[in-house]
């Protein structure tokens, strides 16, 4: 197996660990020796996939105490880019024309992915749900999309979007309604369409293709 195929091994064995272990953002995960033997790995392999896994910002290691699971939803960037381009009008822009196309783009695949099921599940919740914020909303679609760069992606952006506009919209419901029965429907034109009408986001192109 060559080096690459067993890094994507290990972080693939890694990821179903954490799940079936039920771990979350904070926890210790077992050391690089318990790993080793854990995941039948050697341990210079392990080694270099946490390394790897670090570098991303998905775990983090303490000196003395081990390595834990990280809160990447991107804070501590988002602190960073706050610093070099809040004053930059276009980097404004940019932020949420990118946060715009990637949730477009995860509608996208979400029409290609999601199953019935999920689609009405999604329905009935948007429909009878007492409240529920515009993030929990997207973060269901990306969730159908099954993207999970896309998903790290938008939360960064997500974050950084609020760090520069603190003006909250008000969303309206019956704008979810007509975007869920459009997806319900597997139409692109019209589940794009049923997005720019919820954004506001007339100079969006809804035919263009992305894929």
Aim: hydrophobic share 40%.
């Amino acid at each position: 197996m060559t080096s690459t195929k067993v890094y994507l091994e290990i972080v693939k064995q890694l990821r179903e660990m954490i799940t079936i272990d039920g771990l979350k953002t904070g926890d210790k995960i077992p050391s690089e020796r318990e790993l080793s033997e854990r995941l039948n790995f050697g341990r210079s392999s392990v080694r270099e996939a946490l390394r790897a896994l670090e570098l991303l910002g998905l775990i983090e290691t303490r000196r003395g105490e081990g390595t834990f699971i990280r809160d990447f939803r991107g804070n501590q960037l988002v602190r960073l880019l706050s610093t070099f381009i809040l004053q930059d009008e276009k980097a404004k822009r940019d932020v949420f024309e990118t946060k715009n196309f990637i949730e477009m783009d995860c509608l996208r695949l979400s029409l290609q992915r999601m199953d019935t099921k999920s689609v009405a599940n999604l329905q009935e919740w948007v429909r009878t749900a007492d409240s529920f914020s515009d993030d929990e909303f997207f973060n269901r679609i990306i969730e159908m999309a099954g993207n999970h760069l896309f998903a790290r992606i938008w939360l960064i952006l997500k974050d950084y979007y609020y760090s520069l506009d603190s003006k909250p919209v008000d969303y309206k419901r019956k704008n979810y309604q007509i975007l869920i029965d459009a997806l319900a429907e597997k139409d692109e034109e019209k589940t794009l369409s049923a997005y720019c009408a919820l954004r506001n986001l007339s100079f969006l192109s809804t035919n263009t293709n992305r894929f």
